[in-house]
C-alpha cells in the first residue's frame, strides 16, 4: 500500500494505533505547508532537527502538551509528521519524509 501511494504521488498515510482501532488516512493531494498555523509552522520546525516526544517539544518550546498533540495530529492529517513507535515503545513524531 504505501509503494502505490508513493508511485501515485501522494502524500505518505498517516497512520494511528489506538490500541483498539487501527486507522488509516490517505490524502487525495499533497498538502500546502503555506496553509499551515503558526503553532504547526513552530512544531514543523521543530521537528526538523530529529524526532521528538511530546515531552521533549514541550521542554524545548513550553508550549502544553495537549496543544503540541492538537498540532501534531493536524500535520499528520496533513501529511506533514509522522509518528513513530507506540504500544511499549516510546512514541516520536518526525517531520514526514521528503517535506522539509
Same mark, same amino acid.
Given at each position: ?5 508513493a ?6 498515510a498517516?497512520?494511528?494505533d ?5 486507522? #488509516? #488516512? ?16 513552530? #512544531? ?9 516526544? #511530546? @515531552? ?8 502544553? @502538551? ?14 506533514? @509528521? ?8 516510546p ?10
Open positions: 500500500m504505501t509503494e502505490a501511494i508511485e501515485a504521488g501522494l502524500p505518505p498517516c497512520y494511528t489506538s490500541g483498539i482501532r487501527f486507522t #488509516v #488516512v490517505i490524502h487525495r493531494h499533497a498538502p500546502q505547508p503555506a496553509t499551515m498555523s503558526s503553532l504547526e509552522r513552530l #512544531v514543523f520546525t521543530a521537528l526538523e532537527r530529529a524526532p521528538r516526544t #511530546v @515531552a521533549q517539544l514541550e521542554e524545548e518550546t513550553g508550549i502544553p @502538551a495537549y496543544t503540541l498533540r492538537r498540532a501534531l495530529r493536524s500535520l499528520r492529517e496533513q501529511g506533514l @509528521a509522522e509518528q513513530l513507535g507506540g504500544r511499549g515503545r512514541t516520536t513524531y518526525r517531520q514526514s519524509p521528503g517535506r522539509n
